[in-house]
């Protein structure tokens, strides 16, 4: 047996594959989206769309764990691997309904939720790299080997985590529900490259345990659909290749820097506080305190920039009494903050003062207009004045507002108790007070 032979025979897959019919049956039977199914991925994303808004991992990877979504991607690729058009179009039906749901349940909780502020667990999902098309397509390949040979372990739950299909559609539920778009559009867009490239992982795994696959009617048609698989897989992968290569870009670019002012700017006695480079005017402002750095050092640092490639680049050095200018403008902004908070909480305040002074005054204005029509009621009453009050109840911490009328009646004669109990009833209704006491004398 030769050397080749022998790594063969490692990585064959064959001797541990699964029952193919039952192993299709077991995906198709995962396909579908409805009853019980349904319920638990609506609770999936509902616990998603919480770990993401209080930014807890715990919870985001508990609902990855108990999420269905797997199913109909797989299913699809399955299909598509073993040419079974109708397989596919059931599970890109389901897979669609299951789309849209997630997607309206997690705005659905993002437009009642108090916490509206974006955390870092849900920007993580708004810009895809080709980094997420490699997860995607590794997971989706560990899943499908685990589907379709025997001692499947603990890899679908672990693929479930790895590919993240929940915190994508809960984070395009929240830029639905807020306004932001391109959030939107990103983590839709990462939910799309999972989709895709666990679809395509599952064909290729099909392909590589050798599937029995139907037929096609004609040739041409199998030409067509493999044309389109690879038309949606590149149209899929080059954003995302554009993404990778500006991150990479600027993560090599902040190492450069990182690299120079550690190397030529670094010196005893001197602290360097930040390096921040002005791409608009191709500047690298350097703010250092302490031991000044000298004008001969500031040259030869400058001299030696075109071997971290940043020769086009000028260097401006921020210190002595620049710094001082900036640590002074630093604590006058924090003070000015600090201000503008007090301002807003004496304001608030204040309004708050103001409609209390209003209410007393509206009840003010209100007793002369009920006293004329009193008078017209009730003969007897000479005077009627209202007032607001805080009576504090027994039964409840919180005080309850009520309206006191004080009714002077003098020699003309006491109220009835059925005159007293109408002007009560009266008065409160015309008040439009919660409640209301009458105080004669």
């Not at 870009?249 to 001197?270: A, P």
């Not at 004080?406 to 059925?418: C, F, K, S, Y």
């Amino acid at each position: 047996m030769t050397f080749w032979d022998r790594v063969k025979e490692y990585f064959n897959l064959q001797p541990d594959k699964e029952d193919e019919q039952q192993t299709i049956e077991q995906i198709s039977s995962s396909v579908a989206f409805r009853g019980a199914n349904l319920w638990v991925l609506i609770f999936a994303i509902l616990i998603a769309s919480l770990g993401l808004n209080v930014n807890s991992t715990a919870v985001i990877i508990g609902a990855m764990l108990i999420s269905p979504l797997m199913g109909p991607i797989i299913g699809m690729g399955l299909a598509v691997g073993i040419n079974d058009l109708d397989l596919l179009r059931r599970s890109a039906k389901h897979f669609g309904v299951a789309t849209l749901i997630s997607v309206l349940t997690a705005m659905c909780f993002f437009m009642i939720s108090p916490l509206g502020e974006a955390q870092s667990e849900l920007l993580a999902r708004t810009s895809p790299t080709l980094y997420d098309v490699l997860i995607a397509f590794c997971g989706g390949a560990a899943g499908i080997i685990a589907l379709a040979t025997r001692g499947k372990g603990n890899v679908i739950p672990g693929v479930a985590i790895a590919t993240a299909l929940m915190p994508p559609l809960c984070t395009a539920g929240y830029g639905l529900a807020t306004g932001h778009w391109l959030y939107f559009l990103g983590a839709f867009y990462l939910f799309f490259i999972n989709t895709v490239f666990i679809c395509l992982a599952t064909f290729f795994g099909v392909r590589l345990l050798k599937f029995h696959q139907r037929e096609f009617v004609s040739p041409a048609r199998a030409h067509k659909a493999r044309n389109i698989i690879t038309a949606i897989v590149l149209a899929t992968m080059i954003p995302a290749a554009i993404m990778t290569f500006n991150i990479v870009e600027r993560s090599i670019f902040g190492r450069d820097i990182k690299q120079f002012v550690s190397k030529e700017l670094t010196q005893d006695g001197t602290q360097i506080l930040s390096s921040t480079p002005d791409r608009s005017t191709h500047t690298l402002h350097v703010v250092a305190v302490g031991r000044e750095i000298s004008p001969a050092k500031r040259d030869t640092a400058q001299s030696r920039m075109q071997f971290y490639d940043l020769e086009h680049y000028r260097l401006n050095i921020i210190q002595g009494t620049q710094t001082d200018s900036l640590l002074k403008l630093g604590r006058l902004n924090h003070t000015i903050h600090d201000n503008n908070q007090k301002l807003q909480a004496q304001l608030a305040q204040i309004a708050a003062l103001q409609q209390r002074l209003a209410g007393y005054t509206r009840y003010e204005a209100m007793s002369a207009d009920v006293s004329q029509e009193v008078k017209a009621l009730y003969p007897t009453v000479e005077s009627i004045g209202l007032s607001p009050m805080s009576i504090a109840s027994t039964d409840t911490l919180a005080p309850q507002s009520v309206v006191v009328a004080l009714v002077q009646t003098g020699n003309a004669g006491r109220l009835t108790a059925t005159d007293r109990h109408r002007l009560q009833q009266w008065l409160q209704a015309r008040t439009q007070a919660d409640s209301l006491i009458v105080i004669e004398h």
